[in-house]
Nanobody, 128 residues
Framework: QVQLVESGGGLVQAGGSLRLSCVGS????????????MGWFRQAPGKEREFVAA????????KYADSVKGRFTISRDNAKNTVDLQMTSLKPEDTAVYYC?????????????????WGQGTQVTVSS
């Protein structure tokens, strides 16, 4: 059983910052968190879920969507079973529900279908 719980969303003005956090738990997942690649995705109303960032098992590899590159930073702490997304210079178009996801591979896939485990999401709203 895998559980992912996101936190840290909220309302922020354009140009502001937010830090999202995701903690993983579960019968076996909690002990093997460092064997999962992790990703952040987002979904705005009426739009498909899109890739935001991914990080490999050890944290040595990171990928970002072009739209967030240079503004967002993904990180993980395997000792705490957490993966964070630091978001700066936020824009109204960043408004979405943000989801944390885990993949059994280590590819940092851009495709949501590569991630079998998902959190419930946290709302981020950026006002202009």
């Amino acid at each position: 059983q895998v559980q992912l719980v996101e936190s840290g969303g909220g309302l922020v003005q354009a140009g502001g910052s937010l830090r999202l956090s995701c903690v993983g738990s579960g019968r076996s997942f909690g002990r093997t968190f460092n064997t999962y690649g992790m990703g952040w995705f987002r979904q705005a109303p009426g739009k498909e879920r899109e890739f935001v960032a991914a990080i490999t098992r050890t944290g040595g590899g990171k990928k970002y969507a072009d739209s967030v590159k240079g503004r967002f930073t993904i990180s993980r702490d395997n000792a705490k079973n957490t993966v964070d997304l630091q978001m700066t210079s936020l824009k109204p178009e960043d408004t979405a529900v943000y989801y944390c996801a885990a993949e059994t591979g280590n590819s940092g896939s851009y495709s949501p279908s590569s991630y079998p485990y998902w959190g419930q999401g946290t709302q981020v709203t950026v006002s202009s």
